[in-house]
Every structure is written in structure tokens, then in C-alpha cells.
């Protein structure tokens, strides 16, 4: 255990600023990390590793792309903030706009978080409805409405999924289960009247990779319609990541509102929701909806953004992402096959997840194995030992971006195939 980390634990809560990242889910002691460039990540120890991680999401270009570094350097000499619209904020939200042309305007806020709760309530300002509706096994930040778990029984209204959420506001909250179009008639057949929005990931892969049918989600899009209703894609993940237009432009569904993050700041903390100018003009100053913040469209977050996204538009970018997502995919499976162990790859693109399963991967949160989780905590051990960084958690993706090559690509499966050895001969049989 380094030093840092010992440190990091009696000056914050479990050591982080993030809970996940305290290694809870696989145990150990995380490393603490000193810099990280391109698909390499480095510790205190000076110890480097393959990361898979990418911060969660935005690090689509790898770590310290050489020309969002320049972008940022550029823009922190010209001042760090200024509390009115900079050049930057236009310049970004142009490029949104043109890879999502459904949407007419975005506002910029900092997190994930944020543009989800704004969202949510410029649904409820703009349909004079407060009800909502998630889905269980979809992940939206950590604002009050949305830490909310599904009710037990025939209750679909949620239950605070974190102490300090009260009940009354989780109660507005109605939890459905992925992959089930009847549960969403139902649920619209007898309070649709009373539903602001339907938000959803329409990628959703915060708890594994659920890969949802096309025509659940155009069922989604029918329902919300008939009933007045607003969907919401959240495509904190996805937008930028799957496709320029992230699944909105994969599915063709054209939702009312989506929200970005992640990948839009490039790294530097940038995030948005963006739709149609009648909607969004609903928002303060136009109109009644308030919404705010201080260093939203901070001027070296949007040239983060701004670079990342130029740098994604020159050709073949998303055919690298995929060949790479094949790459691995194939790897994993090859390697399990030899070492008889049962799991399955879900993978869209460059987002991957090994479900320590029996095929086929799951669609629905209810159809994951929490059993793999324990054989999950081996594998991330024994990776980690051999300088691969997955995700600690056996429920979150693995990422790659444009900076893995084919040879980091062999090198993690490689680590793969000697993790599963050692992993069996520690526990002395094969496991399935
Ligand atoms: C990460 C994430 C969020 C929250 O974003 P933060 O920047 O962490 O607040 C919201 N929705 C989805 C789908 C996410 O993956």
C-alpha cells in the first residue's frame, strides 16, 4: 500500500472523491495515480499499466491527447473563467448541434449529474407534470430523483436507493425493468397522463453493457408521444462514443431531449442537454424553467471538448474504434475458450463488458449474474499484477480509445489468459 494511499484515506471519505473508485467491489488498495499518457496509466510507485478505464468514459482520444493539451494550454493563457459567453461555448455547441440535428439549442453544465437533474426539470416545467420514469439497471448521476430503486411487489414507484433521499421524492420516481415492453404499456395505460418524461440510457452501460432491442426503445418513443410524455436519452456515455451522433444516430429514434457529458468535455469537467428550440427556449432567461451555474461553458473545458471532437471527425476514426472492439472481443472469448470458462463479451463499438456469465448476455438488469462478482475480483487482481487497469467493479465497461493499439490490445489478452491460469490454480479447479 503506498504511502499516498494511506494519505488519501485519512484526509477523505474511503480515501477518494468518488466511491467506486475506492476498489470496494474487488478489494485491495487502489493505486494512486501520478500522470497518464496516451493508453498507459502511472502510479505513485511508478508502476504503468494498460487502462481500460478511461476515466469512466470521456478519454475517447486516450490520456493527454498532444492536441487537447495544446487546446487547453492555449485557452488557460487567454484566463480560466469569465462569467459571460466565450467563443468557446459557441464554437462547441455549433458542433453539438451538427451531430445531433434534431436539436436546435444546448445549455452547458458541468456533469453528467447536472445535465440530467436540469433535464428532468425542464420536463416537469415543460409538461406541468411531476412524475418520471427510469429504469432499473440505468445509471444517471447521483442527483436525489434519481438514486432511487425499484419498489418491491407490483409497485413500480421507487424507493430511495441512498440514505438522505427522502421517500416523498423517490415516490415520484417510477422504476420499470429494461426489455420489457409490456411493463411500460402497463405503466403508461394507467398513469400516463401523470409521466414528464421517460429517461433512459439507450445504451445502457452502467451495469454491465445491457444492449437493448431497437424496438423497445421505439416503443418507448410511441408511448411517450401518445401520452405527452418527453424522452429523455441519456447519452452521457454513448454520445460521441458509439458514433458522432451517439445512438441517436444509430437507433433513428429522435427523443426530446439528450444529454451529454463524458466524451464532451474531452476530459476537463463539460457536460449538456440539447433539443429542439421550443423545448429548450422553456429554459431561463427565454423562459420559466431556472437553471444555472458558475463555471458552466468554462472556457477550457469547451477547448477540451472542441478538440476532442475535431479530432474524432477526421476519417476513420469510429472503423479504428470498432476493429480495436473486435480485437479484444475475439481475444477474450478465444481466451476463455482455451482456459473452459464460461463468460460472455457484450461489446458495441469501443465499449466492452465481460460478464462472468453464461451466455446470452443479459438485456435487463434482473438477467445479470451477481455471482460473477467474486470471480471478478480475482481476474482484477491478477490483471492489475500484470499492469492492466479494468474497472473495479465487476458491473462497469472497459473502454478503448484511439491511443490503444493492436499491440496493447495482445498484451491485455495475454494478461487475460495468464490471470485465468493463475486464477484456476489458486483455487485448485476450474471453474464455470
Ligand atoms: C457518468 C454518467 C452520468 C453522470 O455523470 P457525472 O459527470 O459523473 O455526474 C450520467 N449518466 C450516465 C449515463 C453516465 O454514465
Redesign the pocket.
Known amino acids: 500500500m503506498s504511502s499516498w494511499w494511506q494519505r488519501a484515506e485519512r484526509a477523505m471519505p474511503g480515501g477518494v472523491s468518488s466511491p467506486v473508485r475506492a476498489f470496494r467491489a474487488v478489494g485491495g488498495a487502489p493505486p494512486v495515480i501520478a500522470r497518464a499518457h496516451g493508453a498507459e496509466i502511472v502510479d505513485t510507485d511508478g508502476r504503468s499499466y494498460i487502462d481500460l478505464v478511461g476515466s469512466?468514459?470521456p478519454l475517447i482520444l486516450g490520456h493527454a491527447h498532444p492536441a487537447v493539451i495544446e487546446a487547453v494550454t492555449r485557452a488557460a493563457r487567454d484566463g480560466l473563467t469569465f462569467g459571460a459567453t466565450c467563443r468557446g461555448e459557441v464554437e462547441l455547441a455549433e458542433r453539438v448541434l451538427a451531430r445531433y440535428p434534431f436539436a436546435e439549442r444546448v445549455r452547458f453544465v458541468s456533469?453528467?449529474?447536472?445535465?440530467?437533474m436540469s433535464a428532468i426539470r425542464l420536463a416537469r416545467g415543460a409538461t406541468g407534470r411531476n412524475r418520471i420514469v427510469k429504469f432499473d439497471g440505468?445509471?444517471?448521476?447521483?442527483s436525489d430523483s434519481l438514486l432511487v430503486k425499484a419498489g418491491s411487489g407490483l409497485a413500480t414507484f421507487g424507493q430511495p436507493d441512498s440514505a438522505g433521499v427522502p421517500p416523498e421524492l423517490a415516490a415520484l420516481t417510477e422504476v420499470l425493468a429494461l426489455d420489457d415492453e409490456g411493463a411500460a404499456e402497463e405503466l403508461f395505460a394507467r398513469r400516463g397522463s401523470e409521466l414528464a418524461c421517460v429517461l433512459i440510457?439507450p445504451l445502457p452501460?452502467?451495469s454491465g453493457l445491457l444492449i437493448q432491442r431497437l424496438a423497445f426503445l421505439s416503443k418507448l418513443r410511441e408511448l411517450c408521444t401518445r401520452h405527452g410524455a418527453l424522452l429523455i436519452f441519456?447519452e452521457?456515455?454513448s454520445g460521441f462514443r458509439v458514433a458522432p451522433g451517439g445512438m441517436t444516430e444509430l437507433t433513428g429514434i429522435t427523443p426530446d431531449l439528450v444529454?451529454l457529458?463524458?466524451i464532451l468535455g474531452g476530459g476537463m469537467p463539460a457536460?449538456g442537454y440539447l433539443g429542439r428550440a421550443q423545448l429548450m427556449e422553456q429554459l431561463a432567461p427565454n423562459g420559466p424553467v431556472y437553471q444555472a451555474g458558475t463555471l458552466s461553458g468554462n472556457p477550457l473545458a469547451m477547448a477540451a471538448g472542441i478538440a476532442t471532437l475535431d479530432a474524432l471527425a477526421a476519417p476513420g476514426t469510429y472503423e479504428r474504434l470498432e476493429a480495436l472492439g473486435v480485437e479484444l472481443e475475439t481475444g477474450l472469448v478465444q481466451a476463455l475458450k482455451r482456459a473452459a470458462q464460461t463468460a460472455v463479451v457484450a461489446r458495441v463499438g469501443s465499449i466492452l463488458w465481460l460478464a462472468l456469465q453464461r451466455a446470452p448476455a443479459p438485456r435487463a438488469w434482473a438477467g445479470v449474474e451477481r455471482g460473477g462478482a467474486k470471480r471478478y475480483g480475482e481476474l482484477h487482481r491478477e490483471l492489475l499484477a500484470r499492469g492492466v487497469w479494468l474497472a473495479p467493479s465487476a458491473f462497469e465497461v472497459a473502454f478503448l480509445s484511439l491511443a490503444h493499439t493492436s499491440a496493447h490490445v495482445a498484451c491485455v489478452v495475454s494478461a487475460f489468459e495468464a490471470a485465468l491460469a493463475a486464477g484456476a490454480t489458486a483455487s485448485g479447479a476450474a471453474r464455470s
Open positions: 469512466w468514459g456533469t453528467g449529474t447536472e445535465a440530467v440505468c445509471y444517471h448521476g447521483h440510457e452501460a452502467n441519456d452521457v456515455i444529454t457529458g463524458k457536460a
